[in-house]
RNA sequence: CCUCCCGUAGUUCAAUGGAUAGAACAGCGCUCUUCUAAGGCGUUAAUGAGGGUUCGAUUCCUUCCGGGAGGACCA
């Protein structure tokens, strides 16, 4: 409708010989101020020397004979404000009720074929809830452009060498761990090693030495370890992707990228990389003066990340010939993405035309940032244990059965730490107050996931009262939920376009606010006529919800 | 020292250069003989400071103040 709109401006322009200038239409943030808004009159105005409610008015002499629209009106300054009628209102609910789970979907990346990496964690290490976070952020991405019609593909990459590794199978071998079958025992041992790496010289030396083992596989022992020890971790982190709701498609592994990244880089010493006190380096800041250098082939003649990068984008490439390659990280590697990317640019400019960095901020808590390193992290499978203990308690006084009473604690506390996560801008750290996230009021995933069950409970009496959905009896005045309801499509579209699942969360929790006060104020199965259109309404926002919340990946369970 | 990101109610967050800067939590006061009160209704409260661009600035530019991240052989 917004490009509807945007022509007949264009025409009414033409027609008052108005010349033609950039303006917008969309609908403003008060709905109150229409379904949509142009501001095309106060960017006249100035050129024109003309007030411009005098140029809005003119502008609406010249919009005549749209059934879809009640009415246009000129409001100050001079926006013009145009309201969906309610005929075409309800044409729209009674697409939501054709369309149910397909309603909202849209075309802009249509037949694009997109590949978006997201989670990485590095096996040996713990999944902790930078993990959960870039997990969060990447599965709903991924699901919003898939709603564009894109083919996704969602991968995954790790690092299974460098030092790390060598930390954790030094660790566990010093720590004498018997059972290398367990993921607990294994951070541990990675704890354990990455201390002593920092404070015992020998230590160090060690690990270095077997790192190098561990890199060209010569010592079975320690090779069995390893495999031992990678194989845990994969599966470990496949449980928890199963909670999350993430499935992957690939699995790029640090040990394939090296080999063809050192390839590359040796391949362009001279004309893009230089050698330099032993290491082989590339001097970004000769591009860009905001960038800097960076070190991509070690003394050792080691690849660094940097090296491994350019072999990754080549190898997703040859996997799945990608439209566009989204790299999902932590936002602290943002400055050293971009010196990557300038180096992809030079090496294959064809993929890093192709690529979009994104990153997202830290999930914190209140004592400082979390890291591996300083022993302070956090893993998610805690963070959620914590949140299903708390909430277990206020799901006891509803008794449940401890198995439904099970499913409704996990669903609800994904939902709760998901929603936080989402609910703020890409980009900004998340900081993670225990109190407020166990609460389950007001703005939070668990509110989202109580007005769909509630919806859908209306729904279930009515089908035991027989009453069913109908547009028979339309009421005088229709309410703010159809407007809303009708601008979830564009929504979706925009959080898209723009990277930003927290657009449809601000939403989603309007939307839900507003079917609770409907609900609060109407008896739905009432005793008068109006029950059937009530509930076709019902239906409309549930399905609007449940749209929202898959894309979301917020799980609802029956009850709660 | 340099680069990037960020400063919005007491707190945690929103806001496509637009209209009266939205929520939620905390506080105060209401609200279940009706489909789930994890709900609804009311109420107090904010753009770090100064310049500039603009018809219009939380948003763009600039200076300062404050916070965070990064800056050669880890990622």
């Known amino acids: 409708m917004m490009s509807e709109i ?38 006249l105005a100035k050129i024109n020397h003309r007030p411009a409610k005098e140029i ?11 059934n879809w629209l009640s009415r246009v009106e000129v409001a100050d300054p001079g926006f013009i404000n145009f309201y969906l009628s309610t005929d075409f209102l309800l044409e729209n609910l009674r697409a939501i009720l054709k369309q149910e789970s397909a309603y909202g979907r849209g075309r802009a990346r249509q037949g694009q074929k997109i590949i978006i990496e997201y989670t990485d964690p590095n096996p040996f290490k713990e999944f902790h809830i930078g993990h959960l976070m870039s997990n969060t952020i990447g599965e709903t ?61 020998i230590a160090k030396q060690e690990i270095n030495g077997l790192n190098r083992k561990i890199y060209d596989r010569s010592d079975s022992a320690v090779n ?74 070690t003394k050792e003649n080691l690849p660094t990340y940097e090296a491994k ?29 971009a010196v990557v990317l300038k180096a992809l640019t030079l090496v294959f400019p064809e993929l890093a035309a192709k690529t979009v960095h994104l990153g ?43 198995e439904e009473g099970d499913k409704i604690t996990e669903a609800v506390a994904v939902a709760a730490i998901k929603y936080s996560i989402l609910k703020q801008a890409l980009g900004r750290d998340v900081i993670f107050d225990f109190a407020k996230s166990l609460s389950f009021e007001g703005d939070a995933g668990p509110y989202l996931q109580y007005t769909l069950i509630r919806a859908r ?65 109407k008896q739905i199965i009432g005793p008068d006529t109006g029950a059937p259109y009530r509930l076709a309404l019902t239906q409309a926002a549930a399905t609007v919800l449940a749209n929202g919340l898959e894309l979301l990946a917020i799980p609802v369970p029956e009850r709660m």
């Open 141 to 201: 991405i991924a699901r919003l452009i898939e709603f564009q019609g894109a083919t996704i593909k969602r991968a995954c990459y790790q690092g299974d060498v460098g030092l790390h590794v060598a930390k954790a199978i030094w660790g566990s071998q010093k720590l004498k761990i018997k059972s290398v079958g367990e993921i607990k025992n294994w951070g541990q041992a990675y704890t354990f090693g990455a201390e002593k790496y920092e404070a015992d010289t």
């Open 457 to 521: 409970a209306v729904l279930n009496q009515a089908v035991v009262e027989n009453i069913s959905a109908d547009f028979k009896q339309i009421p005088d005045e229709i309410t703010e939920l159809e407007h809303q309801l009708f601008h979830f499509p564009e929504v979706a579209a925009r959080a898209a376009r723009l990277y930003a699942p927290n657009l449809l969360v601000t939403y989603l929790t309007e939307l839900a606010a507003t079917f609770n006060h409907y609900y609060a104020t």
């Open 360 to 402: 997202h901020g830290m999930l914190r808590l209140p004592s400082g940032k979390m890291s591996s390193r300083t022993g302070t992290v956090i893993a998610a499978e805690n963070l959620l244990a914590e949140i299903k203990t708390t909430m277990s308690e206020k799901i006891a006084a509803r008794n449940f059965k401890p």
């Open 309 to 337: 990068e350019l072999g990754l984008a080549k190898i997703k490439f040859d996997r799945f010939a990608y439209d566009q390659s989204i790299v999902l990280t932590g936002n602290e590697v943002n400055d050293y993405f």
């Open 224 to 297: 069995q370890l390893y495999d031992q020890g990678r194989r845990v971790s994969l599966d470990y982190f496949e449980m928890i992707y199963q909670r999350l709701g993430t499935k992957f498609d690939y699995y790029f592994f640090e040990s394939e990228t090296s080999g063809l990244g050192k390839k590359l880089v040796e391949e362009n010493i001279g004309q893009i990389f230089e050698r330099n006190d032993g290491a082989v380096i590339f001097r970004a800041e000769k591009y860009d003066p905001q960038l800097h250098t960076r070190v991509f082939l």
């Open 6 to 43: 945007k022509k007949f401006i264009s025409q009414a322009l033409t027609i008052l010989n108005f010349t033609s200038v950039d303006f917008t239409v969309s609908p403003p943030a008060d709905l109150n101020h229409g379904d949509y808004s142009t501001n095309v009159a106060l960017i």
């Open 56 to 66: 809005a008015e003119k502008i609406v002499k010249q919009i005549f004979n749209v």
